[in-house]
């Protein structure tokens, strides 16, 4: 039941990666993003070098994200002339971020680096999450609901120069606010391991003020090229991309997402962020506690003489 991974320089019981990578698409599928954020953790988890594993798990976004992408396409709910500007930026941002990456790794801090950063990142989108979902919940039971959120421009966003139609998303904008958006999503992309996605949707509906039809297919769309480059980058600049990991990944990740969705149509919407939330501040406690406690094995160098 063991596979030797080629990049990871170690074995595997490749039945627990597949479960793993089924586990991560079911509740890709369940709360509608991408699962990178929690792919990533989870290989660290099992063992996976953290470089091999943020590599690995943007290869197998890249090709998660193409059948819900194709998806969106056929609806005609997919803006390519944003889409195209996300993706400029997130190329951009790629670069920028592989430079780091490439950095870090040099400098022997790329492990602790990506723990701390998943940490961060994970508590303050947790916190943020858990408090608006359970402010969604409160306001689905009391008797007299508010007044829906509203989507609009964010004026300085709005006061940019250079303005353009984007005629899907309904949309009359400078395309320098989707571009900086495009350049952070790639610049996490690469440090990271993850598709952006669960950035890229809020920030698109409340920052830019897209259309909500056009807003996941959009999303998914430049996701597929951003995951891709940064594959790309990985595999010739770090060499830390597993692809025997990445294709075990997505063949469980495929058939949990098909579960997930079916299983998301039996909870209400409020319950699922609230779950989400959890799960999102669980996962970034378990690396603080695996950063902080000191192993039970603890190995020493010294000079023999």
Do not use: C
Not at 98 to 122: A, E, K, M, P, R
């Amino acid at each position: 039941m063991t596979l030797y991974l080629p990049i990871a320089e170690m074995s595997v019981n490749w039945l627990v990666i597949i479960l793993l990578g089924g586990g991560v698409g079911f509740l890709s599928g369940m709360f509608g993003v991408g699962g990178g954020f929690l792919t990533t953790p989870l290989l660290i988890f099992y063992g996976i070098p953290p470089a091999v594993a943020v590599a690995s798990s943007a290869t197998q976004i890249t090709g998660s994200s193409v059948s819900g992408a194709l998806a969106y396409w056929q609806r005609g709910q997919v803006d390519l002339k944003m889409g195209g500007v996300l993706v400029a930026g997130g190329v951009i941002g790629a670069g920028l971020g592989q430079i780091v990456f490439t950095w870090l790794q040099s400098l022997g801090q790329i492990d602790v680096s990506i723990n701390i950063i998943y940490v961060l990142f994970l508590g303050v989108i947790g916190a943020l999450m858990l408090k608006e979902a359970l402010g969604a919940l409160f306001a689905a039971r009391s008797p007299t609901p508010g007044p829906p959120r509203r989507r609009g421009h964010v004026p300085w966003i709005a006061a940019l120069p250079g303005r353009t139609r984007f005629y899907k998303s309904g949309l009359y904008i400078s395309p320098l606010a989707p571009l900086a958006l495009g350049v952070v999503v790639g610049i996490l992309t690469v440090i990271m391991g993850i598709g952006g996605g669960f950035i890229m949707v809020p920030a698109m509906l409340y920052l830019l003020g897209m259309s909500a039809s056009s807003v996941v297919g959009t999303s998914l769309f430049q996701i597929i090229f951003v995951t891709g480059a940064a594959t790309l980058l990985h595999a010739t600049s770090s060499r830390s991309v597993d692809i025997v990991l990445a294709l075990l990944l997505l063949v469980g990740g495929v058939a949990g997402a098909q579960v997930g969705v079916r299983a998301a149509q039996k909870l209400s919407p409020e319950k699922l962020r609230l779950a989400l939330a959890l799960l999102v501040l669980g996962v970034a406690i378990r690396l603080l506690f695996g950063l902080t406690v000191q192993p039970a094995d603890v190995f020493t160098l010294q000079e023999a003489g």
